[in-house]
């Protein structure tokens, strides 16, 4: 379980690290800028999620049939899930692009957030959309090797990929006439040199929105090289490309419910974003960065949930179920005790966290620091829940039973977070401290009803249990 989970916290600490990386450049540009992403996201997440939830299906039966030592079906389903999820990341891309301005349309922003930020948001989500198939290429790279067990090549293609958007992000955002990079690294004159060759002043928001698409290209084709020219995962041949029924009618019914779950996630959180964007931008900013710091506090838990998935979907391939359930347990008490821990760390160490990402001096800025202390302070408080919630959909999502892991996932946002977040918000006059409020209490109910449920042994069941081997 550790050799599986490591990489894959690795992995996602560096997913994290493009959007930190976004967030400390944009908040040297100005408080505005980090709003604007705060926006962009959630309506950027609802399409990603689209292809994501096949990428589950991916993963999970490319697990199951490796356990079941299937090793020319793993193969065939893994070039099944690329070209499907290739043609959905095209379709999804273009609809996004004509989409952006109709969607941020919808926000009720107040006048300074719709004069100021949601211009900024669109342009980023136009560059972004048009470069989504580079975005989905790994994502499918990296859920088949999971499944296959590999969880390391994925990390150190992701490595690749961070390193460059690192070293690009402040060039396209900045350009050479203000990039604060240079002075950074006491290198003015080279940067006066470069200013006076190309002219280039930058992109601002967009330019990470290119820095994002570029950098994950990069990632895209050393991970297709990796599943076709070498043996480090499913065994994948040109005629596994070719659509064949059988494999596509159990992606489909197993990346269905994912794909609902993770857009009903989306839909959950620009509902949040909704209500968040009538007030000020500084809520607007604290919210987004206080959401992109708990993910990357949340990288533990997330990284056992999928080393979950993976050997809960081999074991139960191999038909050992009883082993399958030893697994989930142990991994919910890790889980759960690293992020107790980690709760700890956050609380005590908020402040200057969340203050080394606005070092602006703005008022502005001291007053999304202080919102986004609070915020971080608050849900460090579910912390420790959420390492076992994310243990037990990983349990579920491996065995294939997507529709539980959907239907906690919809309990913990639709039934937790956002009518708690409306109530203590707008009915009870919380104002912001409601909404930080919400988004803890939504994640503690779901993890205890998804455990609950997980009791039951109902889950232990084989996608494929009843196909022979074809080795």
């Known amino acids: 379980m550790f050799a599986l989970a490591w990489p894959i916290i690795v992995t996602e600490l560096f997913q994290v690290a493009y959007n930190l990386a976004d967030t400390v450049w944009l908040g040297r540009l100005s408080t505005d800028a980090v709003a604007a992403i705060s926006l962009a996201f959630p309506l950027i997440f609802l399409f990603i999620s689209v292809g994501g939830g096949f990428t589950v299906a991916g993963s999970t039966l490319v697990a199951q049939y490796t356990g079941a030592k299937s090793e020319g079906s793993a193969g065939t389903v893994a070039g099944q899930t690329l070209t499907f999820i290739t043609l959905i990341a095209i379709v999804v891309g273009f609809v996004g692009f004509l989409a952006t301005d109709a969607m941020l349309g919808v926000l009720p922003s ?31 790279f990296s859920a088949l090797m999971r499944g296959y067990g590999n969880t ?61 698409v570029l950098s994950r290209g990069v990632a895209t084709v050393i991970g297709i090289y990796i599943i076709f020219g070498t043996s480090a995962g499913p065994d994948v041949e040109f005629d596994d490309f070719r659509p064949q029924l059988r494999y596509i009618k159990k992606i489909v019914s197993i990346g269905v419910p994912s794909a609902v779950e993770q857009s009903a996630t989306a839909l959950g959180f620009i509902t949040l974003t909704a209500m968040v964007v009538t007030f000020k931008p500084e809520v607007v900013a604290a919210f987004g960065l206080g959401n992109r710091l708990t993910s990357l506090v949340f990288l533990p838990a997330l990284g056992l949930g999928r080393a979950t998935n993976t050997i809960v979907g081999q074991n139960l391939g191999a038909q050992k179920p009883d082993r399958a359930e030893s697994a989930v347990w142990l991994a919910a008490k890790v889980g759960s005790s690293v992020m107790v821990v980690t709760g700890v760390l956050a609380f005590i160490f908020a402040e200057p966290v969340v203050a080394f990402f606005l070092p602006t001096g703005t008022p502005s800025a001291a007053q999304t620091i202080d919102l986004g202390v609070e915020y971080i302070r608050i849900r460090a408080f579910e912390f420790g829940f959420i390492g076992v919630l994310q243990v037990v959909l990983g349990a579920y999502r491996g065995a294939g039973n997507t529709k539980t892991a959907l239907g906690f996932s919809l309990f913990a946002l639709w039934l937790g977070r956002v009518p708690i977040v409306y109530l203590l918000s707008f009915q009870f006059g919380f104002a912001e401290t409601g909404i930080w409020l919400g988004m803890s209490v939504g994640q503690i109910l779901g993890a205890i009803a998804a455990t609950a449920w997980f009791t039951r042994g109902t889950w232990k069941q084989s996608v494929i249990s009843s196909e022979p081997s074809t080795t």
């Open 110 to 140: 107040s006048p300074a957030t719709a004069g100021q930020v949601i211009p900024l948001a669109g342009d980023y989500m136009r560059v972004f959309f048009l470069g989504l198939p580079f975005l989905f290429g790994f994502f499918v």
């Open 152 to 212: 390391r090549a994925p990390m150190v293609v992701m490595f690749i990929s961070v390193l460059i958007n690192v070293i690009i992000d402040p060039i396209f955002i900045f350009g050479f006439e203000s990039n604060p990079l240079f002075g950074m690294l006491g290198l003015e004159a080279l940067q006066a040199d470069l200013f006076a060759a190309t002219g280039f002043d930058g992109e601002g928001v967009a330019g990470a929105a290119y820095a994002t």
